[in-house]
Every structure is written in C-alpha cells, then in structure tokens.
C-alpha cells in the first residue's frame, strides 16, 4: 500500500518539490517504521564546477540543521557519504562520521539512503531514528525501494520539464511564422460568410470560392462524423469549441489548423453565426509526426513479470526489438534468453540474480541476436522488484530499449578523439596514451623503444604553391610511405601539420631503426605525382631511445626534438639520433 501511495502521488500533476514533500509525508507516517517525525530529502545540484546536495524538503529538523545542512558538499557528513559511495548509511548514535554538530544537540540515529539513477546520483533521503536505534534489514529494503520510486519519479519529472521545453520553443517559433490568423465567419447552416485573405492563401480558394460554401469543403477525411457531432453541438448550445483539424487545400494538399470557434448569440441565447479563429499548425503536427517516427525506430519495450502467477507479459515493442512473431513465440523468460549474445549471456544471468538478491540495481547494457535476421544489436535494460515481507521478489517490471544507434554513435565519437581523420594516422591523443603504455611494458620486459620525430621538409611552400587539396593528398601519401615501412606493432602518428611521430617498439638494435628512417627519406625525396603536379619535398628525423636516453615520456620527446633539429640544421634529408652533445 505504502509503494502503491508513493507511485500514486508521483503520478499527480504537480511539481518536484511538492511530490517530494507528500512522499515524505508518507513515509514519515508509516509507524512501522519506527522514524522520528524528522526527516529531509537532498537533490544532487552544480555549484560551480562541484556537485553539492541541496535540502529541497524537510520536516522538524529545526533553524540549526536547516541552516548548516542546507547545502552538503560530496563526501561531508552521512549525507556526502552516501551521495559518494551510493550505498545506504545507518547510524544508531551520533559518532565521528556526523562532522556537523552545534553546541546543544540531540542524540538520535540516522538512516541515509542515496538516490540513484544507473550509476548516477540524484539525491539522498535521511531520516532520524531513535537513539541506539538498530539497523533493521526490513526498514533499510523499504526504504531503499522507496527511494527507486523517488529515482524513476524524478527522472520523470527532468523528461517533462525537458518536454515542457521542447513544446515551448516549437509554440515560439508558430508564433513568430504565424503572423496573421485564419479567420472566417458561418452562418448558423456552417456556410461561410465571410473569409480573411490568409483563410484563401492557405485554402487555395479565392474569396469568391468561398463564400456561400460549407466547411464541408475543406473536409479532408481524416476526422470522424463523431467528432464533427461533437463539435456542432458544442457550439449550437452556445459553448466555445476548441480542437485541432485536419482540412484539404483546393490542390489536394493537407494543412492542420488550431481552431476556436466562437458562437455568436442572439438575445434568446441561440447562436445566429460563428466565428472560426484559426492557426495553421501543420508544422508542428509534422515535427510531432517525424518525432513520433523517430521514437517508433527507436522504441522502448516494456515487460511485467508476476512471480505468485507465474505470468511473464511482453509489449509489442519488445516483439520488434528481439525480432519475435508474437504469433510464433510467446512471451518467456527463456525467449529472451535466447535472444542475449552468447558472449554476454553469463554477464546477463549475474545482473539479474544480483538484483534479485538485493546486491545491485538492474541497470545494463548487453547485445542481442535478433531472431528474424540474425542481426547483432545493443539493448539498454533496467528493471524494478516488488518484494514481500521477507524480501522475496513477487513482482518485477522492466523496460528493454534498442541503443543500437547510440553505441555506434558512441563508437565514430571515440574513433575522433583517436585518430588523425585526414591521414587515418593515430592523433596526439592516443601517440601519448600508447606511448605511456608502450613505456610500462618496455620496462617490465627489459625492451628498448626508439622514438622518431619526422618533420616534412618545404611543406608550406607545396600548400602556398598548390593549394591545400594537394597538401592534404600529399600528407596522405607521406603516411603510406610511413606505413610501408613500419611495422604492424610500431606506432605511427600524426602531431598536427606536417609533423609525424613513428615508435618503434623493441627494434633488433640502433641500426635497424637508422636503416627504416633511411628508407623513408630515400622514398620522401623521390618526385611525387600528384593531379599532374610533380612534387618534390624532403624529410628530417631525429631519433631517441628509451632507456638510454631517458625513461620519461617527454625527455625522450624533447631529445627526438633536438636530434631532428640537428637534421635540418645540417641540411635536411637527413636522420640524426640523439647525443649529449646536442644538450
């Protein structure tokens, strides 16, 4: 009843906060619960560029604590705790872990239960106990279930809020397009009497089509008879109509229309004519209709699963995601089964047994083999227990919902940051990371690294002479020489420009790494044909190695740095390693 009065008023159709303030009235008056009638409830909030928790409502924590506590910071006190490690807090007394104490205060324990989303923090609840008070398994499951009601009612809350918005930019931009309305009058048969110029501009009819017409003219079928009854009489018993309509152009086109139509009435209250205001809609309703599109492609599935009935119900969403005929299979446990990739199926079964042992949330994302098409996709699944008193799960209600698009997304974004997109190259980022890894494991193996800083030589003369087309062509030939030349465990990047970086891991000795960058220089210094321009340009190299020159990241990169230098200096084309001299 408790969980059923919670999801009840997270329903209603009121704010955050005063949701928040009647759940906690719930669950303060559960005496069961053996709570003191003083309790508050923290939402996670940016101050600056930390997270800190905000008291949104309370109950009888009095002037001190409302006042000390109104914003915690991550990490202080219980309630910082908990908001840190996410796990549920009891204190039977106050010990060191309360940091915020005043001269006078009671003693009293606490419960403190984070409020979680997936990984991420929404909140906190806290409640006082009784001094001494013991921690009770019963009293901290509830609570906990408790709080993933709060969760999932406060992520509604954030998708409305997100919603509300959404509906107020496209309302905003009607606005400003919709200068003028769409007004006509009828006479009380619903002939038109008179029509407002932008009434023919989006009709297509002239004045002098109009006039003397029904609105049956515009009718486009899309509306029942049922709903044109309503609407007639609504307005021929002197009531305001309000609706959304569907009309046909005289070309054949479609157009939507927010209409309020405005009985006129005679002194014996009949109507004797009406006025139809009218704002054309129809890019709104498609925006709604390419969002409705997008959701269809990407839809969520739902399931409920009674454990006491044995009773397992799919939506037709979840039938699409795993590419079932609902009139084939029915909806089971071992159907979904199934359907999970063999590789994560083990990972599945321990995510779900742990949230049915009450060890974590059931908060995944895995890959599915769809059974119309053999076709590999990820699923992002959360789900829900209904326990009874003894904390056996009766009941669990769960969404399935297709990320396939996400993770690919996830994947091109990740393939950016890594990568060089002219070149196809490794970019700085993931020079550096592979080359604190590649210096990990030469230490551990007793191996060498040699470190190669490559300079194009005339470069900017090539783009001011040709243009950046064929430098950009170029640059791509230079990193085909690089890897031809290299090997498939070495690392080649581009720095930016025209520098590039090639690591040679575990060379046989110094002269087999000499002999590559020979190798490049002689096939850079050749004519590269290009678009019917013959390029000739040349390269330097410097050369450290680790360890003899260093074992740390950037003195090897600064001394590759003097020893290319040392190359250009002496007349470019060349390849030089470092010594101390160059120091």
Not at 83 to 98: L, M, Y
Not at 132 to 144: I, R, S
Not at 533 to 556: Q, Y
Request: glycine share 6%; hydrophobic share 40%.
């Amino acid at each position: 009843k408790a969980f059923n009065e919670l999801f009840r008023i997270a329903a209603l159709p009121i704010t955050l906060e005063e949701m928040l303030d009647k759940c906690l009235d719930t669950m303060l008056s559960l005496s069961w619960l053996s709570l003191l009638k003083k309790a508050g409830i923290f939402l996670t909030s940016s101050e600056g560029e930390k997270q800190v928790l905000r008291l949104i409502v309370s109950r009888n924590l009095g002037q001190h604590i409302s006042s000390h506590c109104a914003i915690v910071n991550f990490g202080h006190c219980l309630c910082g705790q908990a908001a840190v490690t996410q796990k549920p807090i009891h204190a039977s007394c106050i010990d060191e872990r309360h940091e915020t104490t005043y001269e006078g205060i009671q003693e009293y324990g606490h419960y403190v239960v984070p409020i979680k989303s997936g990984e991420h923090i929404l909140g906190v609840l806290v409640f006082y106990l009784p001094h001494g008070t013991k921690q009770d398994e019963e009293h901290l499951d509830f609570l906990l279930r408790a709080a993933a009601i709060l969760s999932l009612a406060i992520e509604l809350r954030k998708k409305e809020r997100e919603l509300a918005q959404v509906n107020k930019e496209l309302s905003f931009q009607k606005y400003t397009l919709d200068k003028h309305a769409i007004v006509s009058i009828a006479d009380v048969k619903g002939d038109i009497i008179y029509a407002n110029e932008k009434f023919c501009e989006i009709s297509g009819y002239t004045e002098e089509e109009l006039l003397g017409q029904n609105h049956r003219i515009l009718k486009s079928g899309e509306h029942s008879a049922g709903f044109f009854t309503h609407m007639w009489r609504t307005i021929a018993k002197g009531s305001v109509w309000h609706g959304e309509i569907k009309n046909k152009c005289k070309d054949g086109r479609f157009y939507w229309v927010n209409a309020t139509i405005v009985p006129f009435l005679k002194d014996n209250g009949k109507p004797f004519q009406y006025v139809a205001i009218r704002t054309d809609i129809t890019e709104r309703k498609n925006i709604e209709s390419a969002l409705k599109q997008a959701q269809s492609v990407a839809k969520i599935g739902s399931w409920s699963l009674d454990l006491i009935n044995d009773h397992l119900m799919w939506s037709d969403e979840i039938y699409t995601i795993f590419g079932i005929n609902p009139l084939q299979f029915g909806a089971s446990f071992t159907a979904f089964l199934d359907t999970i990739h063999p590789d994560d199926l083990d990972y599945v079964k321990e995510q779900y047994q742990d949230s049915i042992d009450g060890k974590s949330s059931y908060d995944i994302e895995h890959r599915i083999i769809r059974k119309d098409s053999g076709e590999i996709r990820w699923v992002h699944e959360r789900c829900i227990h209904q326990r009874n008193d003894s904390g056996k799960v009766i009941h669990s209600d769960g969404t399935v919902q297709d990320i396939t698009e996400r993770k690919l997304v996830q994947e091109q974004i990740k393939h950016l940051a890594m990568f060089d997109q002219l070149t196809g190259l490794a970019n700085r980022n993931q020079f550096h990371q592979r080359f604190d890894y590649a210096m990990k494991l030469a230490s551990r193996e007793q191996m060498k690294l040699a470190l190669m800083l490559l300079d194009l030589d005339d470069f900017k003369l090539v783009n001011d002479s040709y243009g950046h087309q064929i430098g950009d062509v170029l640059l791509q030939t230079v990193a085909l020489v690089f890897k031809k030349y290299s090997r498939v465990t070495d690392l080649i990047a581009r720095l930016g420009g025209d520098e590039f970086v090639i690591l040679l891991v575990n060379p046989d000795n110094q002269y087999s790494a000499e002999k590559i960058a020979h190798r490049i220089i002689q096939e850079i210094k050749k004519t590269i044909t290009i678009k019917g321009h013959e390029i000739r340009i040349g390269i330097s190299i410097g050369i450290s190695i680790f360890p003899d020159d260093g074992n740390e990241k950037d003195v090897l990169i600064h001394k590759a740095d003097l020893a290319l230098y040392e190359s250009k200096r002496q007349g470019r084309n060349l390849c030089h390693f470092y010594t101390p001299e160059l120091s």
